[in-house]
């Protein structure tokens, strides 16, 4: 199950990342139009629109997924699996 968490952190970013340039909107008249650019990635191209290449983007992407991977990884060895009450309880229980 551990490597199905760990997976899921790179797949997430990579579908929020290149399906996140454009989204479907529902129009008051009931048709869809697109794309329309995601607020975000407007607003961090409007403040420096010669920084800001689509690999600088993707970089950041790969930055986000590397700081929630590191995130995880500490909280999984801060916080046992097995609460410490439990395991006492087992260590009483007589061995059948």
């Known amino acids: 199950m551990e490597i199905f968490a760990i997976l899921s952190v790179p797949i997430n ?3 929020m990342y290149f399906t996140g340039e454009t989204w479907k909107v529902k129009n008051p008249d009931g048709t869809l139009s ?3 650019k995601v607020r975000f990635i ?3 191209t409007s403040l420096a629109p010669n920084y800001w290449t689509p690999m600088k983007t993707l970089l950041v992407a790969v930055l986000i997924e590397h700081g929630i991977l590191a995130l995880k990884i500490i909280v999984a ?3 046992p699996d097995i609460p410490e009450s439990v395991l006492d309880k087992e260590r009483k229980r007589a061995i059948i």
Do not use: D, L, R
Request: net charge negative; no cysteine.
């Open 34 to 36: 697109w794309p329309v």
């Open 77 to 79: 060895a801060i916080i």
């Open 13 to 15: 970013i990579s579908i």
């Open 42 to 44: 407007e607003w961090i």
